[in-house]
């Protein structure tokens, strides 16, 4: 399976905080999305970045990417207790077939205490 | 834009009863997919469409689930008959071009529960 796998799979932080999640994939990407979920809501995208980079930056949020490691990092910087939620990467494979799939991790629980 | 619709946003329902849940997808945009969440199995694509033609429905469990997408505004997920198992948060999402490339805008979710 190509499936992400998110770790830690849960994490508490106080507010004030950094919070860093990380993301392992298993086949050769183009680019790498990673989603935000609030309980029960649908997922919200946070950013994308792509195979030929290896950090990307927006606001709070910084992604890193490693294809040599297959594997991703998102950092939150200074967490707030709206931040709380799960977390999702998410990848396309370039090798199948049909490289319009997105392919989900498992996801890590982020709560940020006031 | 309201961003994607679904609907209802809570179904409860006994088993053998059909259930049809609905979306409507971001004005323009030319990908549908269809999502199944569960703790035990994470979010899984169940279908997906392009142009309203469905391109691969490899994730849909069995033939009990049914989708189609008549217009480019409207699509339906259909259970029938539906079984306790089925019960899940069923997401609906939609962009432009090809997903691994693209954002996927999410809708907020059908809670579906079959007694």
């Known amino acids: 399976s190509q499936q992400g796998e998110e770790d830690p799979q849960a994490l508490s932080i106080q507010e004030g905080e950094n919070a860093t999640m990380n993301c392992s994939y298993k086949?050769?990407?183009?680019?790498l999305q990673w989603y935000r979920q609030n309980s029960g809501r649908g997922l919200v995208h946070l950013i994308l970045?792509?195979?030929?980079?290896r950090e990307k930056h927006s606001g709070r949020l910084r992604v890193t990417l490693d294809t040599s490691k297959k594997s991703s990092s998102l950092l939150i910087t200074a967490s707030r207790a709206a931040d709380t939620a799960s977390y999702f990467c998410?990848?396309?494979?370039?090798?199948?077939?049909?490289?319009?799939?997105?392919?989900f991790g498992t996801g890590t629980r982020l709560q940020v205490f006031p | 834009d309201a961003g994607v619709i679904q609907s209802p946003r809570h179904e409860v329902t006994e088993m053998g009863q059909e259930v049809t849940l609905r979306c409507k997808p971001i004005?323009?945009?030319?990908?549908l997919f269809w999502y199944r969440q569960t703790m035990m199995r994470g979010l899984e694509l169940l279908i997906y469409?392009?142009?309203?033609?469905?391109?691969?429905d490899s994730g849909m469990p069995e033939d009990r689930f049914s989708a189609k997408m008549p217009n480019a505004s409207f699509s339906t997920l259909k259970i029938q008959p539906s079984e306790p198992r089925d019960s899940a948060v069923y997401f609906c999402?939609?962009?432009?071009?090809?997903?691994?490339?693209?954002?996927?805008?999410f809708g907020p979710g059908t809670r579906l529960t079959v007694t």
């Open positions: 999402a939609s962009s432009i071009g090809g997903t691994a490339s693209h954002e996927q805008y």
């Open positions: 086949t050769s990407i183009n680019n």
């Open positions: 970045i792509r195979s030929n980079e």
């Open positions: 998410a990848t396309g494979d370039i090798l199948s077939y049909n490289t319009d799939k997105l392919i």
């Open positions: 004005s323009g945009h030319d990908y």
């Open positions: 469409f392009n142009n309203n033609v469905p391109i691969d």
